[in-house]
């Protein structure tokens, strides 16, 4: 996969050579907010392949001692730099220092069906039934 990074940015890693994430790095330092976000940006680019998609997933560490949680998605086709919404789930402010790991890019491959618009949809055997239909 090709990448491009902007200057001062760094190189996506994977800490051991069978880990899924590579990981993602700040370009420069933030403050995140108690109970806030940010946008910290990589500076990273890639050239994710058609019938991939890259998933941000939030990093084990930050998420268990700071609370920083993030989610995003990439498409194949985006070559802007990736830029992460970071949230503080904690009651103090986390400071990220520029290099420092911020969330993991995981490829995955995708399907991308065809939508046709009907009048009804096969009778299952859940159907409709959503949030607690198990009494879960």
Do not use: C, W
């Not at 996506?12 to 995140?32: K, Q, S």
């Not at 084990?60 to 998605?73: F, Q, W, Y």
């Not at 009651?91 to 490829?107: C, F, M, R, W």
């Amino acid at each position: 996969m090709k990448v491009t990074l902007d200057p001062g940015a760094i190189m996506p890693t994977r800490a051991h050579p069978t880990d899924a994430g590579l990981d993602l790095y700040a370009l420069r330092a933030v403050v995140i907010p108690a109970r806030g976000h940010a946008t910290v940006d990589t500076g990273v680019h890639v050239a994710i392949p058609n019938g991939y998609v890259g998933m941000l997933k939030s990093k084990s560490g930050l998420n268990v001692k700071k609370n920083i949680l993030g989610e995003g998605v990439i498409d194949a086709g985006y070559t802007g730099p990736i830029v992460v919404k970071l949230y503080n789930q904690g009651d103090v402010d986390v400071t990220i220092e520029a290099g420092q790991k911020l969330i993991q890019l995981v490829i995955l491959p995708i399907l991308t069906p065809e939508l046709e618009l009907t009048d009804s949809l096969e009778v299952t055997e859940r159907g409709d039934g959503g949030f607690g239909s198990t009494g879960q």
